[in-house]
């Protein structure tokens, strides 16, 4: 069956420290793995997304780390902010195939 | 929301009755989907649609159908609304398989 895992489920981060969420994936098929994030009464929307021809890619706060003999990726986010308290996504698809979503995590900074 | 609207935006119905969402797109892109997203499930796909009159099931179908009779629209029906069908559901596009989606706002459905 092909399922993305994720967790933590829910995190708490201190304003100004590093939010940190991972996935893994079973199928080695995938190769596009994109990141959703979520706000309260809001569609997901596109936050940054790698293929695995790279192992880190990074836009601003936000980086992903990918390890493809694991089978993990993950996000990070620096210097994390309030503004950034949302609902994360990871998801993983191959060739024309439709995206697998993890379950998500729901991030809170405090301030 | 890349100029995608679902519509109604918030419904309330009883158990038993019929409900039409709909998804209208200007985007023109040729994959457009279903979601349900639930507490601890995530976003579950319920149908998809790689071009007018084709639809596919994703995993969880049962109690939905699907159609589209235009490239800008994609509706999804509840032939007889249960309660477990209360949920959010969003709609997303893609020009091609497999790569980015770009979600709509949501539809908040209660079946009571």
């Not at chain 1, 994360?88 to 993890?102: E, N, Q």
């Not at chain 2, 969402?21 to 998809?48: A, F, K, S, V």
């Amino acid at each position: 069956q092909q399922q993305v895992k994720q967790s933590p489920q829910s995190l708490i981060v201190q304003k100004g420290g590093i939010s940190i969420i991972n996935c893994a994936y079973e199928n080695t098929a995938f190769d596009y793995f994109p990141w959703y994030q979520q706000f309260p009464g809001k569609g997901p929307a596109l936050l940054i997304a790698i293929r695995p021809d790279v192992s880190e890619k990074k836009e601003g706060r936000f980086t992903i780390s990918f390890n493809k003999s694991a089978k993990q990726f993950s996000l990070h986010i620096m210097d994390s902010q309030p503004g950034d308290s949302a609902t994360y996504f990871c998801a993983a698809s191959s060739g024309y195939s439709t995206l697998t979503f993890g379950k998500g995590t729901m991030l809170l900074v405090s301030p | 929301d890349a100029g995608i609207t679902q519509s109604p935006r918030h419904k309330v119905t009883e158990t038993g009755t019929p409900v039409t969402l709909r998804c209208h797109q200007t985007e023109n892109h040729r994959y457009m989907y279903w979601y349900r997203q639930d507490p601890g499930h995530g976003l579950r796909l319920i149908h998809y649609s790689y071009g007018v009159k084709d639809t596919d099931k994703g995993e969880v179908s049962d109690g939905y159908s699907v159609s589209r009779s235009k490239t800008e629209d994609f509706l999804l029906t509840l032939e007889s609304a249960t309660s477990s069908q209360t949920s959010v559901y969003f709609c997303a596009i893609e020009s091609r398989g497999g790569g980015t989606q770009y979600f709509g706002p949501g539809t908040r459905l209660l079946v009571l």
